[in-house]
């Protein structure tokens, strides 16, 4: 009880308040701009807060982390950009609202799922700190492999149309993310000669050029085409209430979003893109209906950013419990704990405990924070859309290249972002969508990584199958991998076995 | 040939080319883009038999992947980088935005007011972003080639 | 970064948009801000160093210092950087050891080469220790030795391929004839996972780490010179017989054709934030060691390692 007034008066401080409002919003405002992480917006902040008492600076940082993982959904939503890696799954469903003229509806949408999905990360946080952290010790190279191989059997959902177009086009993104030197073995690959592509493409730049750059230039192609253009945004009465309506009628989606990212969170190495995805992913195949997935489903947008939020609460389990970061914008939260003299590992809760539940509790109520500052807020940055081409599109192209350079100061990045991005056009063009050649971009080094070092712990090649099939997580892990696979066959199956039924039962019933 | 059949000929020679390639890495290296490229190979090998069957059937409509307008966008981005290498970021945004936004008005906005509004979005865009980034986010902005 | 931040930044804004920056000269150095380059990622250890010293530096120096990021490619992308910017004293970069050795010395196109580093100084060592899990049978590093001698194949984690870890494990093995196979991962919270889930027999880990989860592990032997103050129970490798100290030292450097005035100002600068008590109290108890090598001494260390790797990496064949 004594931690509980303590906490409880540390969070009525008018001051505490002030950052932490201060903080989401600074958050935001980075996480929208594309190419600044929220691994970045928390470092930037970070020197601000070494003059302030440990609970403030605790609490400011906090709210940065979850406005800016919020933020990045704004561009997502307006103008097809990912502003941090979290949130490219709300790519697939917010800009087709977008589209739609319904930006705010999808805004609304993003910032309730955010809410509900970050507090219950925070929630877990709380109460499963030293449960949870057991499980991700339990995560080693194979099921690192299997987690990467789940990942990649999303292709099946993610590419619209041809299977076999999806398949090529998420081998791409894997050879892609081996240029560069081998995180295991060291050999440069694929650099050609220059010492500039030694490491690796850039995961934001590459999501910069897949995503924006050929939508930049469709836009472009399309502006006296009436019928493609984006409907003018106009505001609406009820928007609030009627996500409101649509999220707590379907409480399981935001739950299973919320699960799914905290589980990923928890496994250090994988982040909030591959939480946002499996999400995306999950709620896509769960679903009775999946026609209007990829044109504009509030259901699209709900799980990516209940997900990726909830993620960022689960990424603090390990770090709190262990001092492993769970993601690398918690890895900087570890540098902001050291300045103040906290070391994060199992006896943070005994030696700390005042401070850890006040940032923990901080940590929940920022969100609501964040959830307000967004509803009221959704109505005018919805506005931006109604900008005419003429000026949004240079102003894109302007913010990704700043965007990209910023990310290290290195001007390579830009020259990437350009060919890669008409690269990336010519490939949609022909069929082959961004988002497999991106699933195989993120995935890649994780399946690298597990197959690699599962080679060399095991001694020899039936070593190594024992090590992919025997162990218990590698077995649910695969079990989950063919039934991702075989669902959509399963579905199908399922659906004309239904209509099979109802057409006997239609004869039957004409025959009696 | 169809365009289907032309992308799998490329894909085909890209991992062939790769396989060459990391057969010269050492094992660990080469075990992971080896499987990759494999994996590849085989699909557009079924990629490019399809699309010879299918070939016959599909009458394709002509090409809007290179109109007019995507080949200017493609020619004023790489332009920009370009300048941007030379005269540095801050002149070549000024230029790009500019340019940009009078192309594009073509057709909806034109005489002085064409001019005024691309001149005012570029020198607004780029100062406002500049000087975040500048000095709130300290990112050192390119200077270009004559100045460093 | 404190309260004057928005004063300074507005100074340097209508210095720029006047044009009437100066520098260049080495007698008023230095009168514009200093970029601090680290080339790894925010949050990493070198960033938190450079974060320690950045209020320091401002007053010892008078100006502004802001420090921006460049990772990739296990520091080399920054250290390509710093080698191709001017020598005005207005770009100094982060700077470890072993990387800057053994990166040009196994690629041939790491972009920079470890003469074109022009170090400044020295100011914290982070000996690497081996160490095998608590309720190991293994008790001393002749025990592990002797494991993997005879018994079955040894794997050891550790953080990054031709990295400090890496070095040591090659300098371990080719000690004897043992069986082991080094586990990389790309970072030190992976290769920890790694151990400590079980997946691999035994860790190298920096000392900060090793101080981390003392309660996790038996440290077998660390790689420092003397008995290393912040576990003093923990004999060096060269105590337990084995010829080698295995370390990740921090400096900082400036790019080649550095005027020596402004190094000279910059060594000083860097060696009274390394003589500070409190840091060096700091360091202590985040588990580093306080190093303070000026400029030659630096340059020396730096040449003496080269040729100690080159060493151990052609009798291992590593390289030609």
Known sequence: MEVFQEVLSSLTQPFNLIYMIFGVAAGMIVGALPGLTATMAIAVMLPFTFSMPPDTALITLGGIYIGAIFGGCIAAILINTPGTPSSIATTFDGYPMTQQGKPDQALVTAAVSSGIGGVIGGLALLFLTPMLAALALQFGPPEFFWIALLGLTMVATLSSGSLLKGLIGGSIGLLLSTVGLAPIGGDSRFTFGFSQLQAGFELIVMLIAFFCIPQVIRMIKNQSNTKEQVKPFQSQKGVIGYVFKQIFMRPFLILRSAVIGIIVGIIPGAGGNVASLLSYDATVRMSKDQSTFGKGDVRGVSASEGANNAEVGGSLVPLLALGIPGAPPAAVIIGALLMQGIQPGPNLFEENANLIYTFITAFILANVVMLILALFGSKYIGRVINIPTYYLAPAIVFLTIIGSYAIRNNFTDVVTLIIIGLIGYVLSERGFAPAPIVLGLILGPIAEEGLAQSILISEGFFSLLGLFFTRPITLVLMLFCILSLLSPYIGKLLKSQKAKEEQEKEEAEESL | ?148 | MKRAVTLTTLAAAVMTITGCGTGGSAENYPSEPITYSIPFGPGGQSDVEARRQEPMLEEILDTEVNITYKEGAGGAVGWTELVSEQGDGYFISGMNIPHIILQPMTQDDAGYETDQINPVAIFQGTPIGLAVPADSDIETLDDFIEQAETGEQMTISGSGTYSGHHLAFMQLSNLKDLDMEYVPSTGAAESIQNFLGGNTDAIFANSNDLVKYKEDMNILAIGAEETFEALPDVPTFQEEGADFTASIDRGVAVPPDTDEEIIQTLEDAFLEIANDESVQEEMVNEGFEPVSMGREETQEHIDELKSEYEETMRELGEIE
């Open chain 2, 1 to 148: 040939m169809t365009k289907d059949t032309g992308s799998a000929v490329f894909f085909i020679l890209l991992a062939a080319g790769g396989l060459w390639m990391a057969l010269s890495f050492n094992t660990m290296s080469a075990v992971f883009p080896i499987l990759v490229l494999s994996l590849l190979l085989l699909f557009s090998i079924i990629y490019f038999f399809i699309s010879i069957m299918k070939g016959r059937e599909s009458t394709e409509t002509a090409s809007a992947i290179f109109s007019k307008e995507a080949v200017i966008t493609g020619l004023c981005l790489l332009g920009y980088v370009l300048f941007i290498w030379v005269i540095g970021f801050l002149a070549a945004s000024l230029l790009f935005l500019g340019g940009m936004t009078w192309y594009l008005q073509g057709g909806f906005v034109s005489g002085k007011k064409r001019v005024r509004n691309a001149a005012g979005s570029s020198i607004i865009v780029t100062v406002v972003f500049f000087f975040l980034f500048r000095y709130v986010f300290l990112v050192q902005l390119p200077t270009g080639i004559f100045t460093s």
